[in-house]
């Protein structure tokens, strides 16, 4: 409503999170999102985990098995490099094809075996992230609903999507990535090192002296990196909101010739993202080449050392090829638990922003007892209301109203008056703070909201409408429509003759925005939206405010059949619309300072006749 989206104007826009650590692997250096209270969420994201324990130890076990069969297969391969080189230089050995035969189908068994465990393990770890999403996805959408909509009005849409959608799904990849990371690189980096010891303890210590090197090195580097992608996130944020902004609002930017002054912002901003994501990728760029370095410096140590045990006879020469594989692949398991560690972080940050979510303060649980009230009147009395958004202010205090039934009450008022927080509080979306709301002389907290809101039907200045045909927005204030009673709707709101213009007419399929039709037309459908719906009390605000003169006087017949006989609540800002209106409330700051007809108001002089003067007199 008009008030509301004033009120989301006025928030700050969260756009999308940016600069959060890449996936395993994927060499993303980027600094780690933090948790406030990272050992709670942890624990909390445990208990979701909890339920798939069984599926998770076989995950772990299936891993490790495909972890083993890998780190044999270097040593097989040994053996086979052994034989050839035995049956090569010594000539009373002679070389067995039996023997290598058999121990190539060793080594392939061992790669097949390999891949088969690897395959069930991420088969089981996949069905459980995806799982967990499903309930988390399920809660939150439920949480959602059962949310005041004084939640909505401090959150922007952008940020609960984000919620919603990002961190569930960052929660989603990590779990599926990184756990099983974590079993692979620890298992495969116990069994080299425990390959390499079994192989030669001499050498394995010689190789582990670039180990500490390796961690300095990447430590500092990643730690001036951070401040550049700190920078390159920032600049990002600023780029995308400038494109978004820019390319909304393209038309007033022509209209006002601003078209250089647009394009200079941009490339002064693209200019920092530039600089900020050259350096930020050529710091941690050098990681790369100077761990290549490092592990050709222990390569070469590796070779001399074991070249020297191979002439000397101390070691076969398959087993220095074993080592040499081993040592290569020695270090990749450490920088994949180096990046798991960042990621993790991140994870639980996204885990903590989407509990904070489930933690909201949600509506008050509906009674059991509620009562039904089954064939409504439509008799509205506010007795001694109290609200206030906060309670330091208290925007209404001691109001009290008395609408019969069949009344048509139109309230008006300047912006911020409370006009769209009467009619909020009217239907449960904000609960009052003193006093009583009443329909039939029954409390609306003594009903269920569901019972309450389907008393009401409501068109309302911000139109609604869904990706689906025009047949299908309009049956949707009522399930099983007939199509007769949709095209009776429509013909009462005036929107049969456009509906019939298009190709399709009401088979026209309205696009995600239904920029496809005019912002007139797409009320028109609302309101034969409300129609259909056959309400016991009607909710206008700002109905016919996108809608030209002439439709607006074709509107207002049909909403005159639609009014009879039912208690309608019309917020207008257009003082001609509500002339006819059996009471005018008119509000200010809260209040309701004048109460009365066209006329009567008009004779008083007061602060509704300022509004109508100066809407009418120039």
């Known amino acids: 409503m008009t008030e509301n989206r004033d009120r989301q104007k006025n928030q700050s826009p969260q756009g999308p999170r940016i600069g959060r650590g890449g996936p395993p692997g994927s060499g993303m250096m980027r600094p780690p999102e933090k948790a406030k209270d990272f050992k709670g969420t942890l624990k909390r994201l445990l208990k979701y985990v909890k339920p798939y324990t069984i599926t998770l130890f076989f995950v772990?076990?299936?891993?490790?098995?495909?972890?083993?069969?890998?780190?044999?297969?270097?040593r097989v391969m040994g053996m086979i490099t052994t034989h050839l080189y035995q049956g090569v230089v010594d000539s009373s050995t002679e070389i067995s094809m039996d023997y290598v035969i058999r121990f190539i189908f060793i080594l392939g068994g061992l790669y097949l075996l390999s891949a088969i465990f690897s395959y069930i393990q991420q088969y089981l770890i996949s069905g459980v992230s995806q799982k967990l999403v499903y309930d988390l996805r399920k809660e939150l959408n439920g949480k959602l609903q059962r949310l005041p909509l004084r939640f909505f009005d401090s959150k922007t849409t952008g940020e609960i999507l984000s919620r919603a959608t990002n961190d569930i799904d960052v929660i989603s990849n990590t779990l599926q990535q990184s756990v099983t990371s974590?079993?692979?690189?620890?298992?495969?980096?116990?069994?080299?090192?425990?390959?390499?010891?079994?192989?030669?303890?001499?050498?394995?210590?010689?190789?582990?002296?670039?180990?500490?090197?390796?961690?300095?090195?990447?430590?500092?580097?990643?730690?001036?990196?951070?401040?550049?992608?700190?920078h390159q996130a920032k600049s990002l944020g600023e780029l995308n909101g400038h494109i978004e902004e820019t390319y909304t609002g393209h038309i007033t930017v022509k209209a006002f010739g601003n078209e250089k002054k647009v394009i200079d912002e941009f490339n002064n901003i693209n200019s920092q993202l530039y600089i900020h994501s050259y350096k930020a990728q050529f710091i941690s760029g050098i990681i790369m080449p100077l761990m290549q370095l490092i592990n050709s410096l222990g390569y070469v140590i590796v070779a001399v050392i074991g070249g020297i045990y191979v002439i000397n006879?101390?070691?076969?020469?398959?087993?220095?090829?074993?080592?040499?594989?081993?040592?290569?692949?020695?270090?990749?398991?450490?920088?994949?638990?180096?990046?798991?560690?960042?990621?993790?972080?991140?994870?639980?940050?996204?885990?903590?922003?989407?509990?904070?979510?489930?933690?909201?303060?949600?509506?008050?649980?509906?009674?059991?007892?509620?009562?039904?009230?089954?064939?409504p009147k439509g008799n509205v009395r506010f007795d001694r209301v109290k609200f206030g958004y906060t309670k330091e202010n208290t925007l209404m205090d001691n109001m009290n109203i008395d609408v019969y039934s069949g009344q048509t009450v139109a309230i008006v008022g300047p912006t911020g008056a409370g006009k769209t927080t009467l009619v909020n509080l009217l239907m449960r979306f904000y609960e009052i703070d003193g006093g009583a709301i009443t329909i039939d002389n029954i409390k609306t907290t003594e009903m269920t909201r569901n019972d309450l809101r389907a008393m009401f039907g409501m068109v309302l200045q911000d139109t609604w409408l869904f990706n689906g045909t025009i047949r299908d927005n309009i049956a949707y204030a009522k399930e099983n429509a007939k199509e007769e009673e949709i095209y009776k709707a429509a013909k009462l709101a005036?929107?049969?003759?456009?509906?019939?213009?298009?190709?399709?007419?009401?088979?026209?399929?309205?696009?995600?925005?239904?920029?496809?039709?005019?912002?007139?037309?797409?009320?028109?459908?609302?309101?034969a939206r409300a129609i259909l719906a056959n309400p016991n009390i009607l909710i206008l605000d700002e109905a016919t405010s996108n809608v030209d003169t002439r439709t607006e006087h074709l509107i207002q017949k049909g909403m005159e059949e639609l009014m009879k006989g039912r208690t309608s609540f019309v917020i207008a800002h257009r003082l001609s619309t509500i002339r006819n209106a059996d009471v005018i409330l008119v509000m200010n700051e809260g209040k309701i300072i004048e109460k009365g007809s066209h006329e009567k108001l008009l004779e008083d002089r007061g602060f509704y006749w300022e509004l109508y003067n100066s809407q009418f007199v120039a």
Not at 65 to 73: D, G, N, P, Q, R
Not at 193 to 199: G, P
Not at 515 to 520: A, H, L, V
């Open 313 to 375: 006879g101390r070691l076969p020469i398959g087993d220095i090829q074993a080592f040499i594989q081993y040592s290569r692949q020695f270090n990749q398991p450490i920088m994949q638990l180096a990046e798991v560690i960042n990621t993790f972080q991140s994870t639980i940050a996204s885990a903590e922003r989407v509990f904070e979510l489930l933690d909201e303060e949600e509506e008050l649980i509906d009674k059991k007892d509620a009562i039904t009230i089954d064939t």
């Open 182 to 230: 974590v079993i692979v690189s620890v298992f495969t980096l116990l069994g080299i090192l425990a390959m390499m010891i079994i192989i030669s303890p001499v050498i394995t210590l010689a190789t582990l002296i670039t180990i500490p090197l390796s961690i300095l090195l990447t430590k500092n580097i990643a730690k001036r990196s951070q401040k550049f992608f700190s």
């Open 494 to 527: 005036q929107a049969d003759h456009f509906i019939r213009t298009l190709p399709q007419g009401y088979d026209t399929i309205l696009n995600e925005e239904a920029s496809n039709i005019s912002q007139g037309q797409k009320q028109l459908l609302t309101i």
């Open 60 to 74: 772990v076990l299936f891993a490790i098995l495909s972890t083993v069969f890998s780190i044999l297969s270097p």
